[in-house]
């Protein structure tokens, strides 16, 4: 009897190295889809968020080829918490959407044990049980560690970066609902000697 590949989620809090996470979870086999690059995809001019954000937001979140600059949306919706509902209501429904086709599409995909869901914001807006999930990965590092990474990758002063930390669920929150949780506290060796060992409990090779 065949059965269906293992789905879990992945995520954390931004800065909290989700993205080394899912790189080692796709060397050790797994199929990753990220719901950050199918943002990038819905908000793309004749992307079905497209119009809607723009009519929302006006043309001062385009950038002069016509796409939507993220930066400039980002920093719009991380200084106001209606924007950033308003922006979640135009986009969610689409992500959610295409991650549910897109993993239908891996489900009858020969060879796929594992399918990962990268979610930056599972936990905060959904619990991932329309997706089938059969537990969520949570990606911990210190606070202090996460601004320096936010400040280092995205060029923003400390208390942009500390703002956009505070927009989410706090991230013990999301540790305390966590099945596994990954301490990218350390060196990169020790987050993947850690998730080589979660990757081992999963029953995908039993099933």
Do not use: C
Request: neutral net charge; hydrophobic residues 45%; aromatic residues 4%.
């Amino acid at each position: 009897m065949t059965h269906p590949p293992l789905r879990v989620g992945l995520t954390g809090g931004i800065g909290s190295g989700k993205s080394l996470v899912a790189g080692v979870l796709r060397d050790l086999g797994a199929a990753v889809l990220d719901a950050d690059q199918i943002a990038r995809e819905v908000v793309a001019p004749g992307g079905p968020a497209y119009a809607d954000v723009v009519r929302e937001f006006g043309p001062g979140v385009l950038a002069p080829d016509g796409t939507v600059d993220r930066k400039a949306l980002a920093a719009r919706v991380f200084a106001d918490p209606r924007a950033r509902l308003r922006l979640n209501g135009l986009t969610h429904p689409h992500i959610l959407r295409r991650l549910a086709e897109d993993a239908a599409r891996l489900d009858a995909t020969p060879g796929v044990d594992v399918i990962v869901f990268e979610i930056p914001l599972l936990l905060d807006v959904t619990d991932g049980r329309d997706l089938g999930l059969a537990g969520i990965v949570v990606v911990f590092a210190p606070e202090e560690a996460r601004l320096d990474r936010i400040v280092a990758r995205d060029g923003l002063l400390r208390e942009d970066a500390r703002r956009r930390l505070d927009a989410q669920v706090p991230l013990q929150d999301k540790v305390a609902r966590a099945d596994w949780v990954i301490d990218n506290g350390g060196s990169r060796d020790a987050t993947r000697a850690q998730v080589e060992q979660v990757w081992r409990r999963w029953p995908h090779r039993q099933r």
